[in-house]
């Protein structure tokens, strides 16, 4: 990856991104100048289908992003976009130890703690072992949101994160045809960015 060259990106992150370009508030996809995800990921795409909650798991985007605490690296607490991205969001975690925290604003009645007003919700902390792979999907998916601490964040981290298509893109879907073309072209593995000058 650091032969490739990083982008600037919000909250202290640096960023690689392989896919289409997208418009999330006009719902607007075009293939623009995607060729793929990366040639290094095909292994690591084909490591993952060996695990029974992703044999049919068709990644259609790759986002690199690397974290370091001496630029205050931090993800805000956000839920990923649920019309083009799809059920699983797959997280491989690098070079360092991470903690993922997982936030929900309304705490589930089972757990008893009401909703006082003012007062925050209910926070989960995740350890990602450097080299582990998460998978977010379900409630962990559409109902929690997931955030980098920027206090968690102790030494460099690079992770990567692979995206699969929604419902609507898939065979049946209203985009299927689109939703086609761009994995075909995901899964090229044709990929590459500038090289480093
Ligand atoms: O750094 C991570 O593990 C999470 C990345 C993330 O939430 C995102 O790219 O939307």
Not at 52 to 73: I, K, M, T, W
């Amino acid at each position: 990856m650091d032969e490739d060259v990083w982008m600037q990106s919000q909250s202290g992150r640096r960023k690689q991104d392989f896919g289409p370009k997208v418009n999330f508030k006009k719902r607007k996809v075009r293939l623009g100048s995607f060729c793929g995800l990366p040639g290094t990921s095909r292994d690591l795409v084909l490591r993952m289908l060996r695990e029974p909650a992703l044999v049919d798991f068709q990644p259609v985007e790759q986002c690199n992003l690397d974290y370091h605490p001496q630029r205050g690296s931090a993800i805000d607490p956000h839920l990923d976009d649920s019309w083009l991205w799809g059920e699983r969001l797959v997280t491989i975690n690098m070079l360092s130890d991470a903690t993922l925290t997982m936030s929900l604003e309304e705490p589930p009645a089972e757990l008893g703690l009401g909703r006082v007003e003012g007062e925050a919700g209910v926070d989960v902390a995740v350890p990602l072992p450097r080299r582990s792979l998460v998978v977010l999907h379900g409630e962990a998916r559409h109902k929690w949101k997931h955030a980098i601490r920027r206090g968690d964040v102790r030494a460099r981290r690079v992770c990567s994160t692979f995206r699969e298509l929604s419902a609507e893109f898939l065979p049946g879907g209203q985009q299927a045809e689109l939703g086609a073309q761009l994995l075909d072209i995901a899964l090229s593995f044709g990929g590459s960015r500038r090289q480093k000058q």
